[in-house]
């Protein structure tokens, strides 16, 4: 059915464009605004994302070694450690680079291990893990090795930092759900007036005997033409003026870490598109049901 | 071609606009629905369009009972069915030949058919010099001319007007009654709500007398 008259749903579609100059401009210009808020709350959530994983990862477990320990049995140890899936990264650190360590950051107060002979430090795993919910697990895990002094994660740390973690992204993520609803709800009513404003063309067409999806196709094409320019129109304005952002604060604020990936960035402009042309043709095709049928 | 049996319509603010209506409208009649405002005239048109469904009774129009139509088929009761309506319903955004292929291009009809039908009917009615032109800068008679033209561009078996002569002057008024019995003559069933005193006693032709809602007489060559 739509292979037939193709030529004419496009055509009365652009033709409604014409007609209505303004009312499409004022249309696309509301959805691109709306769109463009949405965007600008994803490229602040998964900055946000990304440096609460960067305080995770700063997470980690730290393995203290009995003093009498070989090397056949720190080798052993290691290869225990690192087969535990949830691990990321194993480090030792020798007595001896404890020692060093402990040194460079005494600096200036250095002189306070000359009263001691013996390096008092012992060797240590520095551990990283995947999922810092599991530290605690892996901790225990670890403690029932051999030859293990005591296992160290900063127990109250770690449940504070992911206590925070799960509550900021529990915020973000109903925020975003709220965002989202509510750029549907006002898209598909800018939809709405547009429709509204030519019912009587949908009345009169359903009245001399056209088919609903006769009458839906062109509104529905210039739904989803509505729905693609405004959602690429505003991904492009947040691209352009996102690495602007980016730039500026990387002059004041060199390390932070932020999200400057095409990889990571590309799903989201995606995900701005397909909302933006979804709502368009839904909308507009509910809302012609609504004046069909006289 | 259409009959109606016990017929009721209510409207949700329980105004009963039609109560028992039984009729019996043949091929090729040409039928004046008469009445007061309010009598109930455009519900009983609106019926045989399906644009609404009964309360209660039967509407058969060309063999169809109208309340179990599926809403599928409601576009191709209404392909044999022309509306002239009392608010004409004209786009008036587009130019008068537009406003007569938009209607023959919703129901299919190729760009050749639509060339020759258009032209056909703008002939029919005089308006053919005025194509070009929107809606709104014809006369409220070449307003009147237009919906019918739209109305018949399809050749439909039934051919329903609603007060088409309304609000215009007895000479131009004249000039459509001939229009819609040349239409008449070549086969349509006509049924024309009207007030117009002047042509349905010039007529002759039958008269069906609404009162709120109530046939009250229904007369062949009758009067107003
Ligand atoms: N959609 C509707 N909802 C509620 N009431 C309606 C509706 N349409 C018509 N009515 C009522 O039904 C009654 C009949 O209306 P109808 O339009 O059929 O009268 P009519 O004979 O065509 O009048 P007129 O000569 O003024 O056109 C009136 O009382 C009207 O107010
Ligand atoms: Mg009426």
Partial sequence: MIFENTGFYFREALLSFRRSTLMSMAAILSTT??????????????NLNLFLENLESQLEIVVYLEDDISQAEINNLKSNITSIDETKEVKFVSKEEAYQNLLKNLGEQKDILSAIEKNPLPASFEIQVKDPKMIEQIANQITKFKKVEEVEYGRETAERLLNFTYIFRIAGMLVLFLLVFASILIISNIIKITVYARRN?????????ATAWFVKWPFIIEGFLQGFISS?????????????????????IPFLPLVVDNVDLLPMGIAIVLLGSFVGILGSMFSVGKYLNV | MIRMFHVYKNYPNKIQALRDINIHIKKGEFIFLVGATGAGKSTFLKLIYRGIVPTKGQVIVDGINIARLKPGYIPYLRRNIGIVFQDFKLLYDRTVYENISFGLKAIGATNFEIRQQVKKVLNLVGLENKRKIKPHLLSGGEQQKLCIARAIA??????????????????TSWEIMKLLFHINIRG???IMAS???????KAK???VRLERGRIMEDTERGTY
Avoid: C, W
Avoid at chain 2, 154 to 171: A, F, K, R, S
């Fill in chain 2, 205 to 207: 032709k039958r008269v």
């Fill in chain 1, 33 to 46: 605004t709306i769109l463009l808020i949405v965007g600008i709350f994803l490229l602040i959530s998964v």
């Fill in chain 2, 195 to 201: 007030h117009d005193k002047l042509m349905i006693d």
């Fill in chain 2, 188 to 190: 349509t069933t006509i």
């Fill in chain 2, 154 to 171: 399809n050749e439909p078996l039934i051919l329903l007007t609603d007060e088409p002569t309304g609000n215009l002057d007895p000479y």
């Fill in chain 1, 201 to 209: 063309e949908i009345e009169i067409m359903s009245l001399v005997g």
């Fill in chain 1, 232 to 252: 690429v129109l505003s991904t492009i304005i947040l691209y352009n003026f996102y690495f602007f952002a980016v730039n500026k604060v990387h002059q004041a």
